[in-house]
């Protein structure tokens, strides 16, 4: 015969228990790449602040490992990753297990020399990073997020759809990041997923400093009295776009400083 204090007891016992099997499902977890820097690690602070688990990757151990030791080891953890490793991709996304957001940030662009100009290694690697890296991870991660009715959100740019000098490589490989994210989202008809591309325009970050090979005064140039897109800003949006209603789905986002808009064609003169 239970006692009224047992009773109790093992009431309170299962209502922690419910509790407890609450919090662990709605515990998320996001898929990072690029989180050493810019919008990666703006990204990884603020679904962490979220009560997100983040899975935060990049090249840099030194920098993966700082952000974790900030943000506390029980919210992220860290995988060293190369995207243009293909085998090093599919072993990382192994060890990850099933994620609810793949956030597909990282990227390369080369120098912006006109192609007729440039050296052919740079356009490469920003090929194999942001083309054939982006879908091997996404293939690799898919079963998880299927199973979770997930989200993926790749990272494109406003050189998917406007035109530039010294923009060949760059904006080609953002222009299938975007179709990519159309097509993929048809493969996935009625599975729940939700696919995003997020595409900005001028962001000041360290992305721009990479590209002009550490030129810190070109990089300032770029962005001298005017006020571009922040880390934290594409961050922001980001997160929204994650944590809509699950029968929403946002196809592509693009957004631009206030301070920056369009320009016109280029004519070849005669004279």
């Not at 790449?33 to 688990?53: D, E, K």
């Not at 983040?54 to 900030?70: F, K, Q, S, Y």
């Not at 591309?197 to 721009?208: K, L, Q, R, S, Y």
């Amino acid at each position: 015969m239970r006692t009224s204090n047992g009773a109790l007891h093992n009431g309170t016992v299962l209502t922690a228990v419910a509790t407890a099997c609450t919090a662990l499902r709605m515990t998320r977890t996001a898929f990072i790449t690029g989180a050493t820097s810019g919008i990666g690690q703006a990204c990884a602070r603020r679904f962490a602040a979220a009560g997100w688990t983040v899975i935060a990757t990049g090249r840099r151990r030194d920098r993966l490992d700082a952000l974790a030791a900030e943000l506390g080891e029980d919210k992220v953890r860290v995988l060293l990753l190369d995207m243009s490793d293909v085998a090093a991709i599919e072993a990382a996304a192994a060890q990850a297990g099933a994620v609810d957001l793949l956030l597909n940030n990282a990227g390369l662009a080369p120098p912006m020399a006109p192609l007729q100009e440039s050296a052919l290694a740079p356009s490469l690697a920003a090929i194999e990073t942001n083309i054939a890296g982006l879908v091997a991870l996404t293939r690799a991660l898919l079963p998880g997020i299927i199973a979770r009715k997930g989200a993926i959100i790749n990272m494109g740019s406003v050189a998917a759809t406007y035109p530039y000098r010294g923009g060949a490589v760059y904006g080609g490989t953002k222009a299938f990041v975007r179709q990519f994210s159309l097509d993929l989202r048809s493969d996935l008809h009625g599975t729940g997923v939700r696919v995003t591309a997020i595409e900005p325009g001028m962001v000041e970050t360290e992305f721009t400093l990479v590209r002009n090979g550490g030129d810190q005064a070109a990089s300032d140039a770029l962005y001298a009295d005017m006020e571009p897109l922040t880390a934290q800003d594409i961050a922001e949006t980001i997160h929204w776009v994650a944590t809509l209603p699950p029968h929403v789905n946002v196809n592509a986002l693009e957004l631009m400083p206030v301070t920056q808009s369009f320009a016109g064609f280029q004519i070849a003169r005669n004279t």
